[in-house]
Nanobody, 124 residues
Framework: QVQLVESGGGLVQAGGSLRLSCAAS????????MAWFRQAPGKEHEFVAA????????YYADSVKGRFTMSRDNAKNSVYLQMNSLKPEDTAVYSC?????????????????WGQGTQVTVSS
């Protein structure tokens, strides 16, 4: 089992930045695909970013491309999401997810471990 705990969320003004962290425990995540999803009130989970085992490949939703950067530190069993130029529409609960099956994916069902999430609120 893998336990994931997110941190770093908060309230920020539009144009500001936040850095989210996701710390894993229970197992090493060095062979897990990792991703960030977000969920706004009344909406389904939305893919934000994903990263390969080594961190050599990353994928982003069009809505965050150029503003968000996902990275990982396998030695620290953690992944990160640097969010710049934040917009009010980025407001959501951000969750990290891990998968040890299949390929790097952008759908929630492709990930079998999830954190509880951290709230990000961007004011206009």
């Amino acid at each position: 089992q893998v336990q994931l705990v997110e941190s770093g969320g908060g309230l920020v003004q539009a144009g500001g930045s936040l850095r989210l962290s996701c710390a894993a425990s229970g197992r090493t995540i060095s062979r897990y695909y990792m991703a960030w999803f977000r969920q706004a009130p009344g909406k389904e989970h939305e893919f934000v970013a994903a990263i390969s085992w080594s961190g050599g490949s990353t994928y982003y939703a069009d809505s965050v491309k150029g503003r968000f950067t996902m990275s990982r530190d396998n030695a620290k069993n953690s992944v990160y999401l640097q969010m710049n130029s934040l917009k009010p529409e980025d407001t959501a609960v951000y969750s990290c997810a891990a998968s040890n099956r299949g390929n790097l994916g952008t759908y929630p069902w492709q990930y079998n471990y999830w954190g509880q999430g951290t709230q990000v609120t961007v004011s206009s």
